[in-house]
């Protein structure tokens, strides 16, 4: 599936870009970014963006319901088995 595709049924398409770019991890930051995962929560192309996201190294800004922290954790823990 191409970019374009799963992109164009995403569920953040209808809301402003910045709400998925908080600022900070506490305080009004942490409560954007759980406003930014409740939209992700119900987008039916989760799957792809966090794979997307996961796949090129994106560092910044909510994706597929995963902030920048998560996604790094999600990287290691499937980075590990591999290394073992």
Do not use: N
């Not at 009004?28 to 406003?35: C, D, F, H, I, L």
């Not at 987008?43 to 994106?58: E, K, N």
């Amino acid at each position: 599936m191409e970019f374009a595709d799963w992109t164009e049924r995403a569920a953040c398409g209808d809301h402003d870009p910045e709400l998925f770019f908080p600022l900070s991890d506490v305080g009004p930051g942490a409560r954007q970014a759980e406003r930014a995962k409740a939209v992700c929560a119900g987008c039916p192309v989760r799957t792809q963006c966090l794979s997307y996201a996961l796949d090129h190294g994106l560092d910044h800004g909510i994706f597929g319901g995963a902030t920048e922290r998560e996604r790094r954790a999600l990287k290691r823990a499937t980075a590990a088995p591999r290394a073992a």
